[in-house]
């Protein structure tokens, strides 16, 4: 099975940005429809993945901030929402979007702070506050531009620098998913079943504002996010984690993450990360540095549709494509890029990334094998007593995907299934009976729902055409003597 991913990133959406959201979806489209006729071929997405910079956010003085962010977000949602229905028959749950630093109202963040005299002090408050600057999590803020120091006086107020965002995250996803002002709940889960598939989605920017630039996942944040996976339904998902700052950065540089994130990934069992933020292409192979053979990968896009100014020098605007083969736990990455001048009307075409190749194949970290110890110690203990308690479909959702994996388990679901009356379940999962139990269960549902030849074959299955158990023998000559 192979899952294809659009990975798009630092829209930057302005309604004075000169790029309309007709040219650019148009011309992603087409580019969608040539990469399906290249060697190699790439399938058209099933995922899309945005990793921040959905708009591209306020100056410090900027009057009616709110209005002109909100204009912004409009018409970010207009366009992924178009996306959506392009590409995803519209089900927005299959887009996962992410803040990131330009989605930041500067103004509201500046009106959270006090600016700090320090120029009359002596050198020991100078000395102090120089250090307070530096200090993790420091309420200090530097401004270059002005000169000047600046502390947050006001936490609440600075935490809804991102009010905007999280009101466009409420319209986009139509109410069915709230992005949190505490930032200890900034993240958001996003579970694809058919694909054995989990994407958390986090928030760089705690912290993050045009005056501290350096990203940052909120510790209690991440920890959450990970306990979450920690849930019956999330074991065995591969995983996948998706945020916008990039993790290195030049020596002039400070508006980066600390790489120890991704060992912070590798050890909660991620395998592939996706971000954005340094407008360029990139692969990271990530090993643990704290023994064992696990790693992770993450995968950089460049900008979508920012400016000239939003590019560095010899960088073109650009978004990835990523194939991910579920069977051989393999990854291609192809890179596509801009490649006319036109910034009104873009082309699209191959990229390349630093090693100049325009697609990479590399291995995908596989999941972490499911313990079955925790069958026994969580699940069936727990379902023992909704089985007593007569409460058989929260038994049956617990035991579906672990019935495989231990026999008590499928013993108990076929209890469970039988207490429904739910006979196309027992068939399902009991069509090779081995126990009487079993026998008598599914020889009674497939007659009940009249198919009969499904019953004739179990019934010449060599188990049960032998099995001596009276109960067996009584029900396998009911049924043979119906059937003929």
């Known amino acids: 099975m192979k899952l294809s991913i659009l990975h798009i990133s630092d829209l930057h959406r302005d309604p004075g940005n000169p790029i309309s959201n007709a040219a650019l979806l148009s011309s992603l489209l087409q580019d969608i429809d040539n990469a399906a006729t290249e060697e190699p071929s790439i399938p058209r997405p099933e995922l899309i993945i945005v990793s921040g910079d959905v708009i591209q956010g306020t100056e410090k003085d900027t009057g009616e901030a709110s209005a002109v962010l909100n204009a912004q977000y409009d018409q970010a949602e207009e366009f992924l929402g178009q996306l959506s229905d392009e590409l995803v028959a519209g089900d927005r749950q299959k887009i996962v979007i992410v803040p990131g630093n330009h989605d930041i109202n500067f103004p509201c963040m500046f009106s959270a702070l006090e600016e700090v005299e320090y120029t009359n002090g002596d050198a020991d408050q100078k000395r102090r506050l120089s250090d307070a600057i530096w200090e993790e999590q420091s309420k200090y803020r530097w401004s270059w531009a002005e000169f000047k ?42 579970d694809y079943p058919a694909w054995n598939l989990v994407v958390t989605g986090l928030n760089s920017c705690f912290l993050n504002d045009p005056w501290n630039r350096i990203g940052i996942v909120h510790p209690r944040a991440f920890a959450n996010a990970c306990g979450e996976l920690r849930s019956r339904q999330f074991r065995g998902r591969l995983r996948l984690a998706v945020w916008h700052h990039s993790t290195k950065g030049a020596p002039r540089q400070d508006d980066y993450m600390d790489s120890d994130f991704l060992q912070q990934l590798v050890n909660h069992g991620f395998s592939l990360g996706f971000h954005g933020h340094q407008h360029k292409p990139e692969l990271i192979d990530e090993k643990f540095a704290f023994g064992g053979e696990r790693k992770v990968n993450a995968l950089s896009a460049s900008t979508l549709a920012g400016g000239k100014r939003a590019l560095s020098p010899g960088g073109t605007r650009g978004y990835n494509r990523v194939v991910l083969d ?57 379902c023992i007593k909704l089985i007593e308690n007569k409460e058989y479909e929260k038994a049956v959702e617990i035991l579906e995907p672990v019935s495989s994996h231990n026999e008590t388990a499928k013993r108990l679901l076929l209890d469970a299934l039988v207490g429904l009356g739910n006979n196309a379940g027992i068939i399902t999962h ?24 499904e019953l004739r074959s179990v019934l010449g299955q060599r188990l049960v055409a032998e099995h001596e158990d009276a109960s067996v023998v009584h029900i396998r000559k009911k049924y043979l003597s119906r059937l003929n």
């Open 149 to 190: 120091l600046y502390k947050i006086i006001d936490q609440a107020k600075y935490d809804q620098r991102l009010n905007e965002f999280i009101a466009f995250y409420d319209k986009f996803y139509h109410g069915t998913r709230q992005y949190s002002n505490e930032v200890s709940e900034q993240f958001d889960t996003f």
């Open 326 to 382: 579920l069977d051989d736990w393999t990854v291609e990455l192809h890179v596509r890029q801009m490649v006319n001048s036109s910034f009104l009307a873009p082309i699209w075409s191959k990229g390349f990334l630093p090693n100049q190749k325009s697609f990479e194949t590399f291995s995908l970290q596989e999941p972490r094998p499911f313990d079955p110890a925790t069958i026994v110690t969580q699940d069936l203990p727990e």
């Open 430 to 453: 009991f069509s090779n009976p081995i126990s009487p139990q079993e026998i008598i269960a599914v020889t009674d549902a497939m007659w009940e729902e009249n198919r009969h030849d």
